[in-house]
């Protein structure tokens, strides 16, 4: 199975964008792929959000929207699967979740766990985490989903012996990931799985570097170089 990590600018609020870089991504890796990977609220931009909830209401998408709709058309157009990370509204709560689609279909749908996603010292009931964690299968391949924050705050919850797809937001300094960073995100990452695949997205507000990297046994065994919009692709056994 082959699975491409996408380091591409997002941008905040602007889900037209953000779905044109996803399809292009599509283009380039068609015929490349079985799998394609977006960072943390890669739909709508991680800051897309004021916490005030009339406004946030109409940035998050639910899963019978338009959007998703046209994401699950993609995956059937270009023949294969896709994860992203988004905002999403189930009636009156948003959440930072994550789909994965495959075939046209909706195979997993991930709500983080961990509160760091949100300003939780301005937000009220409407903004929310979800409660479960768990796998999902995909060309025969067991694997489970955490988003950012979840590994930091609760790695034995996502303990397994297969494959670990982490979709993260961070925005560190090139300096700081040069200088430990990456091998703590490593490091971390190897008290939960084996195998981990971190996504990161590129951003110009604010700045984030981007970089997605295969860690192994909390070694960085494989990564594409920060502020290059690019996919890295990975070839799972």
Same mark, same amino acid.
Not at 36 to 43: N, V
Not at 186 to 191: N, R, T
Not at 218 to 225: K, L, S
């Given at each position: 199975m082959r699975i491409g990590l996408v380091s591409y600018r997002c941008e905040n609020r602007n889900t037209a964008f953000n779905m044109n870089r996803i399809e292009? +991504?599509?283009k380039r890796a068609e015929g490349k792929a079985d799998l394609?990977?977006? /960072? !943390?609220?890669?739909?709508q931009g991680f800051d897309s959000l004021c916490w005030d909830y009339e406004a946030d209401k109409t940035v998050a998408v639910d899963l019978s929207s338009d959007i998703i709709q046209?994401?699950?058309?993609?995956?059937?157009?270009?023949?294969? @699967?896709?994860?992203? /990370?988004?905002?999403? *509204?189930?009636?009156? *709560?948003?959440?930072? @979740?994550?789909?994965?689609? @495959?075939?046209?279909?909706?195979?997993?749908n991930y709500r983080r766990i961990s509160k760091g996603w949100k300003e939780f010292s301005k937000t009220d009931g409407h903004y929310c985490e979800g409660k479960e964690t768990g796998s999902f299968q995909l060309c025969g391949k067991k694997m489970t989903l955490s988003l950012c924050g979840d590994l930091w705050d609760f790695p034995d919850r996502f303990r397994t012996e297969h494959l670990l797809i982490w979709p993260v937001y961070v925005n560190y300094s090139t300096e700081d990931w040069y200088d430990g960073i990456l091998?703590?995100?490593? @490091?971390? +990452?190897?008290? #939960? #799985? !084996?195998?981990?695949?971190?996504?990161?997205?590129?951003?110009n507000f604010p700045v984030n570097h981007g970089g997605s990297f295969r860690f192994h046994k909390?070694?960085?065994? #494989?990564?594409?170089?920060f502020d290059k919009e690019d996919i890295l692709f990975v070839d799972i056994q």
């Open positions: 292009l +991504a599509m394609l990977c977006f /960072g !943390e609220a890669f739909l046209q994401l699950r058309h993609w995956t059937v157009r270009y023949g294969m @699967s896709l994860i992203t /990370g988004y905002i999403e *509204k189930d009636r009156d *709560k948003l959440y930072s @979740s994550c789909v994965v689609i @495959s075939g046209g279909e909706i195979v997993h091998d703590e995100y490593a @490091s971390q +990452a190897a008290l #939960a #799985a !084996e195998d981990t695949l971190m996504i990161n997205p590129i951003d909390g070694q960085v065994i #494989a990564g594409i170089p």
